[in-house]
């Protein structure tokens, strides 16, 4: 009988703490800005945050509602979940697409049992791989960032774009945390592709790209919708830099053969999504794509004439060659900067120069 009173109050005691790390999350969210734009009748943009954006979009089709990303935390994901139902007055969710396996767009998987979920090849065994050393992640987390982020915040102007910013950070990031100790359940891609993919979903398509090596993790898709003219570029492309060769290494002639595809013809991007930062125009993008084209194909020419690294330096200079990017709106020394760094790693990339500890701050 003692053994049986035990056992009870020991399942207790697990409801009990169960319930409090449950009712610490949901605490923990009310301190969270979550909002959404109808952008159409057949598309949702959902997220948590006002500067610093855990985003997710809904995409309701005739063959059900498409989530492109999941989001970082099952708990803040869930919350996202009700207003998509309540928005679109359903809940028949496929499909989810990851754009690629990082903790923050993959983490809500789990909210959605009953979907399929899509990713590139590579992407379920790194997601295992993170998840094996998922509690390193959350000790180095909340010693470090979430440490110094609270520092910051007290030393700064109250309002402000930056003081927003670390609020996003923190105020996310503790549910966040809260969800990896407590309610995270790995929820891997069931559907996985190499290079491309497209979804008939009656009155919508999506169009999957493979992106290639070298810009982001290396498993990165792109996601084009023609009947809605946007993109979804997860965390490959943003506003705010012009960079794209932060590593000796990439794969410069995959990343041209997609972005050439989705520019030629008759599609029209109007619009480009990424996770974290809000929208770009597609000539925006239009323009990363020509200067990313400009400078690839420049330097493999400069290679064939022979051309030596200081020489290319002085004859592709942002000023000389490539200042028409200022038509970005970007500001001009970030442009600069950005450039040099972009003509550097191009040329080690087409030269095979190995520079292991050198890379761009991205």
């Not at 910013?165 to 549910?175: A, E, I, K, M, Q």
Request: hydrophobic residues 35%; glycine residues 6%.
């Amino acid at each position: 009988m003692e053994k049986i009173f035990n056992k009870i109050k020991s399942i207790w005691g697990l409801l009990i703490v169960s319930c409090f790390f449950y009712s610490n999350s949901l605490a923990q969210v009310d301190k969270v800005h979550i909002e959404y734009e109808r952008v159409s009748d057949r598309m949702l943009i959902v997220w948590g945050g006002k500067i610093y954006k855990d985003q997710v979009i809904a995409i309701a089709t005739e063959k059900g509602i498409v989530m492109i990303d999941a989001g970082k935390a099952p708990t803040l994901t869930k919350e996202y979940r009700k207003i998509i139902e309540h928005e679109f007055g359903r809940n028949d969710f496929t499909y989810v697409i990851n754009t690629h396996y990082h903790f923050d767009h993959t983490s809500g998987n789990q909210i959605f049992p009953e979907a399929e979920i899509i990713a590139h090849q590579k992407t379920p065994a790194k997601m295992k791989q993170w998840a094996d050393n998922r509690q390193k992640f959350i000790k180095t987390r909340r010693a470090n960032q979430m440490i110094r982020w609270k520092k910051q915040l007290a030393m700064t102007e109250t309002g402000s774009e930056q003081y927003e910013r670390l609020n996003d950070y923190l105020t996310t990031g503790r549910v966040m945390l809260d969800d990896y100790e407590n309610n995270y359940v790995l929820t891997l891609p069931n559907i996985t592709f190499n290079d491309k993919v497209i979804l008939d979903l009656g009155n919508i398509t999506l169009n999957l790209f493979y992106f290639g090596e070298g810009l982001h993790t290396g498993d990165d898709i792109l996601i084009f919708c023609p009947e809605e003219k946007v993109l979804f570029s997860g965390d490959l492309f943003y506003k705010g830099y012009f960079g794209f060769a932060f590593k000796p290494k990439f794969d410069g002639d995959r990343w041209l053969s997609v972005l050439n595809e989705l520019f030629s013809g008759a599609n029209k991007i109007e619009w480009v999504y990424d996770c974290h930062n809000g929208k770009m125009t597609g000539d925006y993008i239009s323009l990363y794509y020509r200067y990313m084209k400009d400078v690839w194909e420049s330097l493999k020419k400069a290679k064939e004439q022979k051309l030596d690294f200081e020489a290319i330096m002085e004859e592709f200079s942002y000023e000389k060659r490539f200042s028409y990017i200022d038509k970005s709106g970007l500001n001009n020394n970030v442009l600069e900067k950005g450039h040099n760094d972009n003509l550097k790693f191009t040329w080690y990339c087409i030269n095979n120069i190995v520079k292991p500890n050198e890379q761009s701050n991205k």
